[in-house]
Structure formats: structure tokens, C-alpha cells
């Protein structure tokens, strides 16, 4: 007798469909990015300038952020890192 319990998430397809409706999440709000108006806060007389206007502005300042604070993490753990007997000394 398996007396082992067996999550929903353990079963392959089920994460597959987790997936799959995150992309489809995504696709909806880079979608969305195309029909609504955004209301710009910073303006520059160059209209190149606007970057606050530009498709998918916001959601590739966001990936960018999340990959810095990553890195910005790991060098900061390098830092701040000690060694495993620092309380006992």
C-alpha cells in the first residue's frame, strides 16, 4: 500500500496548464498595452523622448529591474556572506 500523498501539482499536466495560462496572462496584458491610452507624466518636446509611450515600455522596465535586483542580490550576498562558524567565534 503507497501510503505516499499525491499532489495536484505533481502531476506533470497540471503544471503544464499553469504555464501555459501565465503565457496566456501575458499575451492578454501585452495585448491590452496595444488598446488602452496611457497617460504620460514626463513629457519632452522630442517624441523620441517619451518613453513612457513606447509598446511595452513597462513591461520590459520591469523585467529589467527584476534582473538587476538580482544580480545587485548576488553581489550583495558576496558581501555580507560569513562563514558558517562566525557566532561561534
Known sequence: MNSENKYWLD????????????????ALLVG???VYHKHIHF?????AYNFEDWFGFFGF??????????????L??????REEDYYDQ
Not at 513629457?43 to 517624441?47: A, F, K, M, R
Open 11 to 26: 502531476d506533470p499536466r497540471n503544471v503544464n496548464k499553469i504555464v501555459y495560462a501565465l503565457y496566456a496572462i501575458c
Open 76 to 81: 550583495l550576498r558576496i558581501v555580507l556572506k
Open 32 to 34: 491590452a498595452d496595444l
Open 61 to 74: 522596465f520591469g523585467f529589467v529591474a527584476c534582473v538587476g535586483l538580482v544580480l545587485a542580490a548576488r
Open 43 to 47: 513629457t519632452y518636446e522630442n517624441e
